[in-house]
C-alpha cells in the first residue's frame, strides 16, 4: 500500500460539539457489497437515508449540504483497529532503546493514529505500558495525543502493567488503579511474563472489576491449563475479555486446541488475532497466527488487528486493517465478507462501539475503496476514502499507469492502459 508521512486534512478543523453536528454529505453512486449503485445522505453523524443511484439530493437544508462522487467505489462500514501500540509506534529505526519521553510518545502516537485512519480504522485500541521503567509518562502523553485528535479518529487506550504479583506487585497495582482513574479505558497487560501468571490474571480482573472496565490482556495460549483457568476467571466479568495474539493455540495438538477453543466459547472470551505478525506485548513474537476457523467454528468471537506498525516486534508493520482481512481470506480460509467482518464490525464490538451498517440509522463510519467487489478491494485497496461521524476526514488516491508500452497495444490510441477511474483500484 502507498506509505506517507500523514497530515491532518488542512481545510476544515474538527467540529465544534453541538446538537447541529457535521453539514449533510451525500455520497453519490457508491456500490454496495449487494451489488446495488446507492447515493447515501449522512446528517449529525449517522446515515439519513439509503436509496437508489442518482435519487437523493442534500437540497433544502438549512445548512447546505456537500456531495462525494464515489462512482467507482465500493462503500463499507469503517473498520476498527483493536490491537496498536501507541507508545513505540514507528520506532523501529530510531537509535538506541524506545524513546519513552512523552514528547516522543505523544508524536508517534499521533502520526500512528492518522496513519491507521488513512488506511480506514477510525477507532483505534492502543496498548500502552505502565510500569516502573516507563511510569505514567507514557500514557499521559497517548492521552493527550487522543484529545488532540478528536473528531479525526477514536483513540482508546488499554493500561498495561508488567508484574502485578509478588514484592513489586503491589506498585504495580497501584499503578493500574492510578492509570484508570488517569482515563486509561480498558485494563490489559501480559501474564505470561509475571512469575504467577494465574495471580496477575486474578490481579487485573479485580482493577476492572472495580471500575467496571473491559479487559484485553495479552497471552500467547500455548499452555491449556493456564487458559482454562483464565477463561473460569473471566466468564463472570463484564463487559468482557479479550485475549490475544493467542498464535500458541495453533501449536497445541488439535484435540487440545478445540477442547480449548470450546472453554473460551464457554466464557465469552474474544480473540484477536494478529495476521499481519506479532509484537512486542508477548516473550514469543512472531510465532504464528491464532487457529482462526477453528475458533469461529467453536463459537469464539475472533477479530483481527495489525500489532506492531514499524516498532522492533514488526519493522515493516503497516497497521492497516484491510490487510489483515486479505490474510485472513488468502492463508487462513476465510471468506473474503467474513474477513472483512473480522476487522470491521467483530472489532468494533471489541471496543465497545455500535454496529454500523449502510442503512439509514446506523452511525456514519464508513470506508470507501476503488472497486466493485469485495475481493478486489481487499486484493488493491489503494485509493480509500474514510468518513467519520459524517465528514470525510481522510482521502488516499492512487493511479497506476503502464508507460512505455509498444505499438502492438490494443489498449486506446493513447497506448497507455491506466487504472484509477472507474472500477479499476
Known sequence: ???????????????????????????CGARLTDGRAVDVRLGGGRIEAVGTAGSLTVDGTPTGGTRVDLTGHLLLPAPAEPHAHADTALSAESDGPVSYDPHDVRRRATEAALLQLAHGATAVRAHVRVDDMTGLG????VLQARRSLRGLTELGT?????VLTGVAGADGIAMLRDAVKMGASVVGGCPDVDPDPTGYVEAVLE????HGCPVDLHTDTADPARVARLAAMAGGLRPGVTLS???GLGRLPAEAASRTADQLAAAGVTVVCLPQGGCGGVDRPGTGTAPVRLLRTAGVRVSAGSG??????????????LEAAYLLASRHGLSPEDA??????????VLGLPEVRV??????????????RLPAALSLAYSRIVVHRGRVVARTSAVREYCGASTTTTESASGLPRQGRGGAP
Not at 14 to 21: I, L, N, R, V
Not at 158 to 162: D, E
Not at 310 to 319: E, K, T, Y
Open 1 to 27: 500500500m502507498p506509505d506517507s508521512r500523514p497530515q491532518p486534512p488542512p481545510s476544515s478543523p474538527p467540529p465544534s460539539p453541538g446538537p447541529a453536528g457535521p453539514a449533510p454529505l451525500l455520497l
Open 138 to 141: 507514557a500514557l499521559t502523553a
Open 158 to 162: 488499554v493500561a498495561m502493567p508488567r
Open 207 to 210: 482493577v476492572a472489576a472495580e
Open 245 to 247: 495474539p493467542c498464535g
Open 308 to 321: 506492531a506498525l514499524r516498532d522492533v516486534s514488526n519493522p515493516v508493520g503497516r497497521g492497516d486493517p
Open 340 to 349: 472483512y467482518e473480522a476487522v470491521s464490525t467483530s472489532a468494533r464490538a
Open 359 to 372: 442503512e439509514a440509522g446506523f452511525p456514519a463510519e464508513l470506508l470507501a475503496v476503488r472497486g466493485d
